[in-house]
């Protein structure tokens, strides 16, 4: 367990080892953590077109084999495209990424900001911010949909 917290230290905090430079901040780290976002955001709104237009998460195979082939090859691919496009979901790991993020920026920052790459810094806050960015605008217009849908269902008869 000391070798784990250990490892994760490095990653997350500044200390010798990692020459006071967290490992989350390099540039590889981030460039994951936009891609996770942009891809969660993607499959986000990619989801909300596909509900409204019938697309192919809803669609059902019109013939025997194709559904064999849909069950042995694309069950795996629609359970993690149905589990990502969820709102909740989606808005969770951008909330995990942006505060993870903010959070090794924040320490690098207090403890030791004279060895720290300006370029890591500035980097980490463009990426927490892009996280948070998305996650409000999922946040709003989620919320404007919804009770915009509940107004229609409303005046409905």
Not at 53 to 69: E, H, K, L, N
């Amino acid at each position: 367990m000391h070798r784990m917290w250990k490892k994760l230290r490095h990653y997350i905090t500044p200390t010798p080892e990692n020459t006071y430079r967290p490992h989350v901040l390099q540039k590889s780290w981030l460039v994951f953590f936009l891609a996770c976002s942009l891809m969660l955001e993607g499959f986000l709104v990619s989801s909300m077109v596909a509900r409204q237009t019938d697309s192919f998460i809803t669609r059902t195979p019109t013939t025997q084999a194709a559904a064999v082939s849909l069950e042995s090859g694309q069950v795996l691919v629609r359970t993690v495209v149905r589990v990502m496009s969820d709102p909740t979901v989606a808005n969770i790991f951008l909330g995990v990424i942006g505060v993870l993020v903010l959070l090794v920026v924040v320490l690098a920052f207090f403890m030791h900001i004279e060895v720290q790459s300006h370029e890591a810094l500035a980097g980490g806050v463009v990426i927490a911010a892009i996280a948070f960015v998305l996650l409000g605008a999922n946040v709003h217009f989620l919320t404007t949909a919804s009770a915009t849908a509940a107004g229609i269902s409303a005046l409905a008869p």
